[in-house]
């Protein structure tokens, strides 16, 4: 298998400056809009990427955007707090400004912080319009930086250069990487024109890339079925199933293809996860072919139990 190389990310360098991909009158255009079209969804915020923590955020509404990335049982996962407008955090260094910090580090119980609540600010005044917005990633950094899939969707690239400068980031799909030449080197996270071939040097990976959302289900036209006459469960009913089977259950798609279908027909597909030892929401790895229909399958959660030797003979 031929092989490729990733293109580098710039270098982190000083205390760059973290902005927001749109200003925050975009940001009102869009939600209105979105609010008309009904595709509110709830912002949640994301780690800082690189193990960075809350204190390289200069701004103050960008901070209520992120929880510290570092990997640390103190600092990280904490939310981002940011400092009230016209003051900032005693760091105890003189000159030093410091407009975000850790929430633990801001109430004093972690790492050589005291208690500043008194000069933070509630983040309800600060965060953005509800649509998430997709950020820029700070000082300079590719996708690749992003070291989880559902992180990945919040971020363009923030390289300057082209052509990446800007590009939606996007997931490899679950449990697959992409590759970028190296074997140890676990991909999560690529410009969408780098995961489609279309820049960069690393070919066509669509067939390794993911999706952000679960796309709309498209219902099949009534013309495209056959009502069954005393059918138990009819059109639009609810409907349940789980598989049991040898290992092609456990490794093909089909079981999820069936449960995109039955979607697509209308019926109210509910498939509950059970505590069953050795039980799969989808395809093995996801090893299994990238289909031009797979955005009707893959994000679905279709629990199935199989095994070798499960068979007729087994």
Partial sequence: EERFACPPAAASTGKSLLRIADTMVQRTHAAAFLMLTGHVRAFERVALPEGQGCQVVMDRGDCCLFVD???????????????????????????????????CWVSGVCGDGRNQTSVSADCSHHRPSPVGPRLVLPMGLGCSSVL??????????????????????????????????????????????????????????????????????????????????????????????????????????????????????????ALPSTDIPGEENGPVGRQTPKCTDAADYETLSTPRLGLQGWSTWG
């Fill in 69 to 103: 990335g570092r990997s640390d049982g103190t600092y990280g996962g904490q939310e981002c707090v940011p400092a009230a407008e016209g003051v900032s955090f005693d760091v105890g260094e003189l000159g030093v400004e410091s407009f975000c910090q850790p929430r």
């Fill in 148 to 269: 989880d899939r559902k992180s990945c969707c919040h971020f363009v690239d923030g390289r300057v250069d082209e052509p990446y400068a800007g590009e939606e980031c996007v997931p490899a799909r679950s449990n697959t990487y992409f590759d970028v030449g190296d074997n140890a080197a676990q991909t999560v996270c690529q410009p969408r024109c780098w995961a489609s071939g279309d820049c960069g040097n690393a070919g066509d990976q669509a067939g390794r890339t993911g999706f952000c959302e679960a796309p709309p289900v498209a219902l099949l036209p009534q013309s495209a079925m056959v009502a069954q006459e005393g059918a138990t469960v009819p059109t639009g009913g609810r409907l349940r199933f789980y598989v049991v089977g040898s290992s092609n259950a456990a490794w093909q798609n089909w079981v999820d293809v069936l449960h995109g279908l039955l979607k697509r027909m209308g019926y109210q597909v």
